[in-house]
């Protein structure tokens, strides 16, 4: 087993591969960015190297300064993680030239399985089962053009050399296929420096269904099961669970069976996960489901914890043991499925707003009682690699954390999945909690009528939901002023004069108070009656309710609404109220009447950068008239295109940046007037 091992990677894949090297007994090696100076990875490990500036292509896929790293501080081996350099053949060659073990599969491996079209045609001669569609070299658009003709729509587009959604486009029609290819090859060569694609027929009602595998350098292979990642957004996954719902056993063998008949095909070592689309006729037929080969991943994946959960094994341990030349700890035969486990990727975006990226600072960043990387003996685990006070910025991925979730079965995985993400606070950024505890507690996924479409299926159920409500927003923010009202007052120690207060007190008779506030993007007033007898009564929008509240020991407000009962947080960032309770969370705008008196009319002219990034085109040019909800320009940020569409109908006036330009949030793209197109 190896002494010392140089971590590649960063955020919480560097710090699940550090805890159980320090289990171990491993020293551990951590690379780092300028951004990432004081991460939470950084300050586990037992070491640290700078080895570049922010961007990823000036840090973390420099691996000419990540060998040296390594070589510098006498590590034996580099665990790549997932992403970045982990799929990369030229620098797993390097590893071994300067003779360090790579933890992972051999540079030959991951050629032949890191190009989509070659590892298709791999796969074709193994006899596993593929999707119909085109995977040549030829990259003629006219030739894709005819070939998805052929092939018959809806097609997918696919980066050959890509992975995690990026360079991916599914075409409905023919004459959508030439913008999309562009799109498509354009994000490919920004991302992998390959344009390349290949065309499959968009199987309908398709399952994202992958097979764990592992093999080790005597020859042996097995598969640790498999995992149902079909909750996906723009083609990236958002919850993973395993085993897949519904399952035949007879289908777990043969997909299991095909996953060990590709990695063999390749000699495989390490982890891997071989990928699958799955047809199916419906929902409540599993045994007519039909399996396609999509890729195969020569790494560990982000949702590897899952499998971790249902068979009670470390998968890292498994690397390292293998990557020292070690045979597989268990054979196929000793290996079972215990319960059922659901992963939840805690990302920084706003859903609401077609995922648009959030970047910012984690002013709360409170979750669940939970183990870290390793089973929890409650169920709950949390894989992060950022701390309260950290900033999510733009240059690397979204995620903040992954929250997973063990029990004897599905149903009591979700309950307590729903549970530990109403536990889990963050505020200073946007996040997709709130999101995900509608997928989680929606029909289709409650009944695992799973498929690639249930986001798009289920629209009118995930976004622009309110499950706070006005009332208890209004009580929330209520029963915490009184409350920190109560706290300085109790604090200071000068006399308390009464006509001093701001709190309308009276020597007799009832009291009325006034609360400003904005809540869902609309202005409303809440009037707190006080009666003599010290009773309290609140009226937002006509209605009415007694209200009565205890402060918590812990920060928490225990508020009676009417005849209702709530636990609840609040935590106050300048002018804003974020409340967390069961239900959901929201937020509230505390208006100051005097500083909002004169409110500016809004410029509607300015179009601006909805969040930091790269502007890698416009659509448009000066003069220009457009109708609302044309495409303007096209933006990259947190490794993902992001398309600009215009607000109104107008015409072009000015485009202020260029494309190339790094922009920041709220900077100003272009300038419209606004018009009235015939």
Known sequence: MFTKILIANRGEIACRVAATAARLGIQTVAVYSDADAQARHVQLCDQAVHIGGS?????????????????????????????????????????????????????????????????????ERAGVP???????????????????????????????????????????????????LASCQREAVSSFGNGAVLIEKYVQRPRHIEIQVFGDSQGNCVYLFERDCSVQ?????????????????????????????AARAVNYVGAGTVEFIVEQTSYDQPEAMKFYFMEMNTRLQVEHPVTEAITGLDLVEWQLRVASGEPLPLRQDQLQITG???????????????????????????????????????????????RQGDTISPFYDSMVAKLIVHGRTRAEALARLDAALAKTH?????????????????????????????????????????????????????????????????????????????????????????????????????????????????????????????????????????????????????????????????????????AHAAVAQADTGRLTAPMPGKLLSFAVKAGDTVRRGQALAVMDAMKMEHTISAPADGRVEELLYAPGDQVVEGAELLRMAASVVA
């Open 55 to 123: 961007a990823p292509k000036d840090s973390y896929l420099r691996w000419q300064a990540i060998i040296e790293a390594a070589l510098a501080c006498g590590a034996q081996a580099i665990h790549p993680g997932y992403g970045f350099l982990s799929e990369n053949d030229a620098f797993a060659q390097a590893c071994a030239d300067a003779g360090l073990a790579f933890i992972g599969p051999s540079p030959s491996a991951i050629r032949a399985m890191g190009l989509k079209a070659e590892s298709k045609q791999l796969m």
């Open 130 to 180: 593929l999707v119909p569609g085109y995977h040549g070299t030829d990259q003629d658009p006219a030739l894709l053009q005819r070939e998805a003709d052929r092939i018959g729509y809806p097609v997918l587009i696919k980066a050959s050399a890509g992975g995690g959604g990026k360079g991916m486009r599914i075409v409905e029609a023919a004459a959508d296929f030439a913008g999309a």
């Open 233 to 261: 957004r723009r083609h990236q996954k958002v919850l993973e669970e395993a085993p897949a719902p519904g399952m035949p056993e007879a289908l777990r063998a043969q997909m299991g069976a095909a996953a060990v008949a």
């Open 340 to 386: 059922h486990a659901i992963e939840a990727r805690i990302c920084a975006e706003t859903p609401d707003k077609q995922f648009l990226p959030a970047t910012g600072t984690l002013g709360v960043y409170t979750l669940p009682a939970h183990s870290s990387f390793e089973r929890a003996d409650q169920g709950v685990r949390v894989d992060s690699g950022v």
């Open 426 to 594: 963050i505020v200073g950024l946007n996040t997709n909690v709130q999101f995900l505890r509608h997928v989680v507690t929606s029909e289709s996924f409650a009944q695992a009528c799973l498929d690639t479409a249930l986001i798009a299926r289920e629209t009118a159920t995930l976004f622009n939901q309110e499950k706070v409500g006005l009332q208890w927003a209004a009580a929330a923010l209520v029963a915490d002023t009184l409350r920190q009202e109560q706290a300085a007052r109790d604090a200071s120690t000068a006399w308390k004069d009464p006509w001093a207060s701001g709190d309308a007190w009276q020597s007799h008779a009832a009291s009325t108070r006034t609360f400003a506030l904005e809540f869902a993007g609309e202005p409303h007033v809440a009037l707190l009656r006080a009666e003599r007898n010290g009773a309290l009564q609140l009226h937002v929008d006509g209605t009415s309710a007694a209200l009565a509240f205890t402060a918590q020991a812990d920060g928490g407000l225990d508020i009676t609404l009417g005849s209702e009962r709530e636990r609840l947080q609040v935590y106050r960032q300048g002018e804003w109220a974020h409340v967390f309770m069961a239900r959901g969370a929201s937020s509230v705008l505390v208006v100051d009447t005097l």
